[in-house]
């Protein structure tokens, strides 16, 4: 079943200016994970939360936990046009020997010059 | 060096045929991934392996056969080839532990005709 689900499925905005990501997802989970990908490339990693974290910060990333709410949020501040990419949380669940990672449908972040 | 690589990045065949695609990592990881990305950018995991071992199935059709000769290469063989299996396949490898990313390939785009 799918965990993630990401919105806005699509979000346009000017260089500089800061854009905000959500991500809702059902079931329990040992971390969430955030991923970017370009047109016609593969899944680059991003930033990695845990469950008892609630906020994190990696250069203009900033990623929020609230697993009450089962939700995250990821922030990118001061927008450039190379950020331009979709953009995946990630559900990262342990049972058993199983390891496993259900990504969400994504946004499409579009940044104008 | 790519960490994660399968080969090839294109593959355009007709219905009814048997395709593979290869992916290698070289990482050191222990679990690796096969992952399908629908037109609508919907990422799916099919199969996973831990040390050669198969520990996630996806409900995926039998006609999807996968082979991992050693914990390096984790293959993908598809029988009898249908039109809806056209898509962008990924793999990925991890270390299977809980708190860590997954690395990506480049992704295989396989157009079935």
């Known amino acids: 079943s799918q965990q993630g689900e990401e919105d806005p499925q699509a979000l346009s905005i000017q260089e500089g200016e800061n854009a905000t990501m959500n991500c809702s997802y059902k079931t329990s989970i040992n971390n969430l994970q955030w991923y970017r990908q370009n047109s016609g490339r593969g899944l680059v990693h991003l930033i990695l939360?845990?469950?008892?974290?609630r906020e994190k910060h990696s250069g203009r990333l900033r990623v929020t936990l609230d697993t009450s709410k089962k939700s995250s949020s990821l922030l990118i501040t001061a927008s450039r046009a190379a950020d331009t990419a979709s953009y995946f949380c990630?559900?990262?669940?342990?049972?058993?020997?199983?390891?496993?990672?259900?990504f969400g449908k994504g946004t499409l972040l579009t940044v104008n010059p | 060096d790519t960490a994660v690589s399968q080969t090839p990045k294109y593959l355009v065949t007709q219905m009814g045929n048997d395709k593979s695609i290869k992916c290698e990592q070289n990482l050191g990881h222990d679990t690796m991934y096969w992952y399908k990305q629908d037109s609508k950018k919907f990422l799916k995991i099919m199969f996973s392996?831990?040390?050669?071992?198969?520990?996630i199935n996806e409900t995926v059709p039998n006609r999807f056969s996968p082979k991992s000769p050693d914990k390096a290469h984790l293959n993908l063989h598809i029988n009898s080839l249908e039109l809806g299996d056209s898509a962008v396949y990924f793999c990925?490898?991890?270390?299977?532990?809980?708190?860590?990313?997954?690395?990506f390939g480049q992704g295989t785009r396989l157009t079935v005709v």
């Open positions: 990925a490898s991890s270390a299977g532990i809980p708190n860590t990313e997954a690395f």
């Open positions: 392996y831990n040390n050669k071992e198969l520990i």
């Open positions: 939360i845990r469950s008892n974290e």
């Open positions: 990630a559900t990262a669940a342990l049972g058993g020997s199983n390891y496993k990672l259900t």
